[in-house]
C-alpha cells in the first residue's frame, strides 16, 4: 500500500498549490480520503474529507470557501485545491485512507501518506 503526496512548495500569501497524492495497493474507490496537516504550533489537524464516490466533501470551518478537494477513481489519486492561502496554512499535509473515519488521530486511519511541505510566506 502507498500513499505519495506532491505538489507542495513555497507561496506567497494569497497565492495557490494544488496537491495530489496516488494511492495504489488498495481499493482506492471503496475509501474515505482525507487530508490532514500539521505543524510544530498546533500538531495534527484534520483538514478535508471527501466520500468514496466523491459525492460529498467536508472541511475545516478556516479553510472553507478556499480549499476544495477532489478525486478520480480512474486515476486512483485525491487533490486539493488551496487557494487564498495563509500563513496559518504552512504545515505539512499528509493524504489518509479510511473506509469512514474522517478526523486528526492517525491512528484511526487504515493508510497514511508521507506528506508534502506546504511554505505561505513573503
Known amino acids: 500500500v502507498q500513499l505519495v503526496e506532491s505538489g507542495g512548495g513555497l507561496v506567497q500569501p494569497g497565492g495557490s498549490l494544488r496537491l495530489s497524492c496516488a494511492a495504489s495497493g488498495f481499493t482506492f474507490s471503496s475509501y474515505y480520503m482525507s487530508w490532514v496537516r500539521h505543524s510544530p504550533g498546533k500538531g495534527l489537524e484534520w483538514v478535508s474529507t471527501i466520500n468514496s464516490g466523491g459525492s460529498n466533501t467536508y472541511y475545516r470551518d478556516s479553510v472553507k470557501g478556499r480549499f476544495t478537494i477532489s478525486r478520480d477513481n480512474a486515476k486512483n489519486t485525491v487533490y486539493l485545491e488551496m487557494n487564498s492561502l495563509k500563513p496559518e496554512d504552512t504545515a505539512v499535509y499528509y493524504c489518509?485512507?479510511?473506509?469512514?473515519?474522517?478526523?486528526?488521530?492517525?491512528?484511526?486511519?487504515?493508510?497514511w501518506g508521507q506528506g508534502t511541505q506546504v511554505t505561505v510566506s513573503s
Open positions: 489518509a485512507a479510511d473506509v469512514y473515519y474522517m478526523g486528526s488521530d492517525k491512528t484511526a486511519y487504515d493508510y
